[in-house]
C-alpha cells in the first residue's frame, strides 16, 4: 500500500509579511484558483458550465481587488517618511 504524506498548512507561513504583501499573495492565489477552474471547463466539456464559470470570473475580480489594496499600499509601506 502507498503512503500518502500530507503537509500541514496554516497561516503562519505568510504571518511574517505584511498586510500589502498578504494582499498581493491572495491574489495570486485567487487568480491561480480562477485559471484552474477555467483549464478544467476546457478540458472536460461537462464542467464547462455557467456556474464555474461565474465562480472563475468572481476568483479573478475578487484577484484584482485583491492587488488593487496591496500594490498602492505596498508603495506606501516602502516610502520613506518626508523629513522635517
Same mark, same amino acid.
Given at each position: *500500500?502507498?503512503?500518502?504524506?500530507?503537509?500541514?498548512? &496554516? +497561516?503562519?507561513?505568510? =504571518?511574517? %509579511?505584511?498586510?500589502?504583501?498578504?494582499?498581493?499573495? @491572495? =491574489?495570486? =492565489? @485567487? /487568480?491561480?484558483?480562477?485559471? #484552474?477552474?477555467?483549464?478544467?471547463?476546457?478540458?472536460?466539456?461537462?464542467?464547462?458550465?455557467?456556474? +464555474?464559470? =461565474?465562480?472563475a *470570473? *468572481? /476568483?479573478?475580480?475578487?484577484?484584482?481587488e #485583491? %492587488? $488593487? !489594496? &496591496?500594490?498602492? $499600499?505596498? !508603495? $506606501?509601506?516602502?516610502? !520613506?517618511?518626508? !523629513?522635517?
Amino acid at each position: *500500500m502507498t503512503q500518502m504524506h500530507m503537509k500541514m498548512i &496554516g +497561516n503562519w507561513e505568510i =504571518a511574517h %509579511f505584511d498586510e500589502p504583501a498578504s494582499f498581493i499573495l @491572495y =491574489a495570486e =492565489a @485567487y /487568480l491561480q484558483a480562477s485559471r #484552474l477552474v477555467c483549464l478544467r471547463m476546457q478540458e472536460d466539456n461537462s464542467d464547462n458550465t455557467w456556474p +464555474n464559470a =461565474a465562480v472563475a *470570473m *468572481m /476568483l479573478a475580480a475578487h484577484s484584482v481587488e #485583491l %492587488f $488593487l !489594496k &496591496g500594490e498602492p $499600499l505596498a !508603495k $506606501l509601506f516602502s516610502e !520613506k517618511p518626508p !523629513k522635517i
